[in-house]
């Protein structure tokens, strides 16, 4: 689960993290009165979407008096934000970050994430901070620097002085961003979160040090041991089909292909969508049932699927262990009655039940359309939601 900036400066600041003074408003009046709260003088007005690259898409501004602030907030609100995160259709801006304007002398990167290679957390920095940071990776990867975490032993101090260093830090700025990353490195922990990404970390013109910006992504299977934080979930910040599938526990991520793909596991989801583009499609969705679904969460997930409108043809492929072949049979059937789907239909199932759930497709008198093996099912799919010559 990903929360907007200002709401992850908020967390970040419980754990003694030092950000700038702001406010977050919904309306440019409102703007207006926070710029006067911070001194009238000059604030930065910021576009709160779940995005990267806000400033080249024209969504944050620096701006010199509450007037200002007003006029920028106005312009701001209501737009459709396109940046390279945001895709070409944009994330429109329903709330704005006021915040004090700061002088700044140095801007740096700093994230902590979980590496899979290592099975560790990584504390990573860089001294090229306010820019991409996998532009950074890509071209000049020796600029980045890493620590990894134990994670019995934790951050320890000569890591954090070992990357204070690593990003040209002299004096008391080498303790100051020592606290900085073990106050992190506890609210990454605290929070149960998968990433928080600074960017910039930034020197200001007295020498101190400040989280300019915030990035939070929270692991969604720890939720269910922080209430306080399911609260900050923007559901408009994210895909409509995403959200309505999230209700039935169904894992679904939206594509931009035309084969829609239904799956149980999320190894046999991936294959699935690699078969497909070798079989000249491209896939629509990612779309897991998981191993224990039952015929009312097929039928679920047939829906969401189906209320894609770049959908053309249906290829299901399961693997009957702990779902059942006949289960997903019944699911399928029922979804395809109730919702009068005209698309093209191609299954493959092995498994617990295998005979019994073809069968129920063949008696069902729908036009379902079906194969023995992967490649088969994904070549018969493709060719069956082409368009006609």
């Known amino acids: 689960m990903k929360i907007h900036e200002y709401q992850g400066k908020a967390i970040l600041a419980t754990y003694g993290v030092p950000v700038p003074q702001g406010e977050v408003v919904f309306d440019a009046a409102s703007a207006r009165e926070a710029a006067k709260r911070l001194g009238g003088g000059v604030v930065v007005v910021k576009a709160q979407i779940h995005a990267g690259g806000r400033g080249k898409g024209g969504g944050v501004k620096v701006v010199k008096n509450a007037d200002e602030a007003e006029e920028a907030a106005r312009k701001m609100l209501g737009m459709k934000l396109v940046t390279y995160q945001t895709g070409p259709d944009g994330q429109v801006v329903t709330r704005v970050l006021v915040e004090q304007g700061l002088q700044i002398k140095k801007e740096m990167y700093l994230a902590i994430l979980i590496d899979r290679s290592s099975e560790r957390a990584v504390l990573m920095v860089s001294q090229e ?159 897991d049932v998981g191993g224990g679904a039952n015929a009312e969460q097929i039928k679920n997930a047939f829906r969401i699927l189906m209320s894609d409108t770049s959908v053309k043809a249906v290829f299901i492929n399961i693997f009957g262990g702990i779902l059942r072949c006949d289960i997903l049979a019944e699911g399928v059937i029922a979804a395809v009655k109730d919702l009068g789907v005209r698309v093209p239909i191609v299954i493959r199932m092995e498994g617990t039940n295998v005979e019994k759930g073809k069968q129920m497709l063949r008696d069902s008198g729908l036009n379902f359309t079906t194969a023995d093996t992967m490649s088969e099912g994904a070549d018969r799919v493709v060719a069956l939601g082409a368009p006609a010559a």
């Not at 990894?148 to 040209?168: E, K, M, V, Y």
């Not at 939720?223 to 306080?228: G, P």
């Not at 931009?256 to 294959?271: E, H, K, P």
């Open 129 to 287: 901070g306010g820019v991409e940071i996998e532009k950074v990776a890509a071209e000049t990867p020796e600029k980045i620097h890493k620590v990894f975490i134990h994670p019995a032993a934790g951050l320890s101090g000569f890591q954090t002085r070992q990357l204070a260093f690593a990003l040209g830090l002299e004096g008391p700025q080498i303790a100051a961003a020592g606290k900085i990353m073990s106050a992190i490195w506890d609210a990454f922990k605290g929070t149960d979160a998968s990433l928080v990404e600074i960017n910039p970390l930034i020197v200001t013109g007295d020498g101190a040090l400040l989280a300019l910006d915030a990035k939070i992504t929270f692991d969604d299977n720890a939720l269910y041991r922080h209430a306080e934080l399911k609260d900050l979930r923007d559901q408009a910040e994210e895909d409509p089909l995403e959200v309505e599938a999230s209700k039935y526990a169904l894992n679904y991520i939206k594509l931009d292909g035309t084969i829609g793909c239904m799956v149980n596991g999320a190894g046999l989801a991936m294959a699935t969508m690699d078969i497909i583009k070798l079989a000249g499609g491209s896939p629509a969705n990612f779309l």
